[in-house]
T-cell receptor, first 115, second 115 residues
């Protein structure tokens, strides 16, 4: 157990629907990062939150949004889902100052299947 | 922004032999280079990292080397074992004013150890 908790582990939904993925970072970690991993693809950065505020944004679609709450858990909202959104979605939290100085700890991911 | 290239995309080695995975980065301001191992159905896990003030680092059977001039770094696994089979990702992080920026990942190497 890495200490980063992601729920749900699996999600199957239909095109056009909206889903919410949840992440709880390791205790004490202030930054949360979201990554998308499609089949046989690398890790594509979506967005970073630090202590409740958006810190960096990657190639995140306008249909996707995220937020970090006062208790530091984060949610990634995916709407108007398309088949191509099927992927593994990982959350990671970083140690020490909420930056990447010491790398990340990843959760086990949410596998989203859009049918 | 940073761009990280990783080679090869797949690698098969006989058990007991060595494996080498290579990465190059584009931004000379990058100063932190971690390696992650992702086993099937799991999130990536940090296995070793190196900073720009060090040329080589070892941890039992794994080692990482860094050539700042050429902007490339490599992962070396010696005496490979079946449990080393996984996807390996390199990453780089740029030093910023208030701490390192997000990690940029390579595209991954699928390592298969042949018994």
């Amino acid at each position: 157990d890495s200490g980063v908790t992601q729920t749900p582990k699996h999600l199957i939904t239909a095109t056009g629907q909206r889903v919410t993925l949840r992440c709880s970072p390791r205790s004490g970690d202030l930054s949360v990062y979201w990554y998308q991993q499609s089949l046989d693809q690398g890790l594509q950065f979506l967005i970073q939150y630090y202590n409740g505020e958006e810190r960096a944004k990657g190639n995140i679609l306008e249909r996707f949004s995220a937020q970090q709450f006062p208790d530091l858990h984060s949610e990634l909202n995916l709407s108007s889902l398309e088949l191509g959104d099927s992927a593994l979605y990982f959350c990671a939290s970083s140690v020490a100052l909420g930056t990447a100085d010491y790398g990340y700890t990843f959760g086990s991911g949410t596998r989203l299947t859009v049918v | 922004g940073e761009n990280v290239e990783q080679h090869p995309s797949t690698l098969s080695v006989q058990e007991g032999d060595s494996a080498v995975i290579k990465c190059t980065y584009s931004d000379s301001a990058s100063n932190y280079f971690p390696w992650y191992k992702q086993e099937l159905g799991k999130g990536p896990q940090l296995i070793i990292d190196i900073r720009s003030n060090v040329g080589e680092k070892k941890d039992q059977r794994i080692a990482v080397t860094l050539n700042k001039t050429a902007k490339h770094f490599s992962l070396h696994i010696t005496e490979t074992q079946p449990e080393d089979s996984a996807v390996y990702f390199c990453a780089a992080s740029i030093k910023a004013l208030f701490g390192n920026e997000k990690l940029t990942f390579g595209t991954g190497t699928r390592l298969t150890i042949i018994p």
